[in-house]
């Protein structure tokens, strides 16, 4: 089993790592020894991560992760090679001070539906801190049609934004749900530091646009039949 540090970035609202062994600034500062260990069967092992960044080094956040590897070559027994590895997330912030703020704020929220009717509901955040943020979070729906409430729901995956960033989160709602209007009540983490935002929201979409012209549809099949049948009885009138 290998274990190295690898590259990593944020990007598209997401952290994401590097295919294999790739390398940036923060890896080659990094040494993890050892680096390789040989486990058996439901063993454990412990291995120490060193990071030496030099004085040099420019201000602001560096990410990478620290992977522990093990792989299998194809041979004559087997023609597939497979590769297993599980890691953690290393987020090096350089800079004076001590730790820098984290924070983030829920400007925007709006419910919807997408072609099939399935509801869900988005919101805009922002993140206003000096460190990168992994938002998770619940939504709770309250006086609803008739007093009704509904939830919590989760979101369909967590986010991660880098300082100053703006970014989207969803969370699928039940399609059973009427449209509203609904107080929505969002509920979002990023380590210790939580933030809640309360809106009304209405679950429209696409469903309620096809339902909009199919009642439009049918109020003027009904106007002109009630033209038709007025221009009969002035017929039989006359």
Same mark, same amino acid.
């Given at each position: 089993?290998?274990?190295?540090?690898?590259?990593?970035?944020?990007?598209?609202?997401?952290?994401?790592? %590097?295919?294999?062994?790739? %390398?940036?600034?923060?890896?080659?500062?990094?040494?993890?020894?050892?680096?390789?260990?040989?486990?058996?069967?439901?063993?454990?092992?412990?291995? +120490?991560?060193?990071? /030496?960044?030099?004085?040099?080094?420019?201000?602001?956040?560096?990410?990478?992760?620290?992977?522990? +590897?093990? %792989?299998?070559?194809? @041979?004559?027994?087997? /023609?597939?090679?497979?590769?297993?590895?599980?890691?953690?997330?290393?987020?090096? @912030?350089?800079?004076?001070?001590?730790?820098?703020?984290? =924070?983030?704020?829920?400007?925007?929220?709006?419910?919807?539906? =997408?072609?099939?009717?399935?509801?869900?509901?988005?919101?805009?955040?922002?993140?206003?801190?000096?460190?990168?943020? @992994?938002?998770?979070?619940?939504? @709770?729906?309250?006086?609803?049609?008739?007093?009704?409430?509904?939830?919590?729901?989760?979101?369909?995956?967590?986010?991660?934004?880098?300082?100053?960033?703006?970014?989207?989160?969803?969370?699928?709602? =039940?399609?059973?749900?009427? =449209?509203?209007?609904?107080?929505?009540?969002?509920?979002?983490?990023?380590?210790?530091?939580?933030?809640? $935002?309360?809106?009304?929201?209405?679950?429209?979409?696409?469903?309620?646009?096809?339902?909009?012209?199919?009642?439009?549809?049918?109020?003027?099949?009904?106007?002109?039949?009630?033209?038709?049948?007025?221009? $009969?009885?002035?017929? $039989?009138?006359?």
């Amino acid at each position: 089993m290998g274990l190295y540090a690898a590259a990593a970035s944020i990007e598209n609202n997401g952290f994401t790592f %590097a295919s294999k062994r790739t %390398a940036n600034e923060l890896t080659r500062w990094t040494r993890v020894e050892p680096p390789t260990a040989n486990l058996k069967p439901h063993s454990t092992a412990k291995a +120490e991560i060193t990071i /030496n960044v030099p004085r040099t080094a420019q201000a602001g956040e560096r990410y990478a992760v620290a992977w522990a +590897e093990s %792989a299998a070559a194809a @041979d004559a027994t087997h /023609n597939i090679a497979s590769i297993t590895r599980v890691g953690v997330r290393i987020y090096l @912030d350089i800079g004076p001070g001590g730790e820098p703020l984290s =924070d983030f704020t829920i400007e925007k929220m709006n419910g919807t539906r =997408d072609k099939q009717g399935r509801p869900s509901a988005t919101a805009t955040v922002h993140n206003l801190g000096r460190r990168s943020v @992994d938002l998770n979070g619940t939504l @709770d729906l309250h006086h609803g049609p008739g007093g009704i409430s509904a939830g919590p729901f989760h979101m369909a995956s967590g986010i991660t934004l880098a300082p100053h960033e703006t970014g989207t989160i969803t969370v699928p709602l =039940d399609p059973g749900l009427p =449209d509203g209007p609904w107080k929505a009540t969002l509920k979002l983490r990023s380590g210790t530091v939580e933030r809640t $935002r309360t809106a009304t929201v209405t679950l429209t979409g696409e469903k309620t646009t096809s339902h909009t012209l199919l009642y439009a549809g049918a109020a003027a099949l009904a106007t002109a039949a009630l033209a038709l049948a007025a221009v $009969r009885r002035h017929r $039989r009138s006359r």
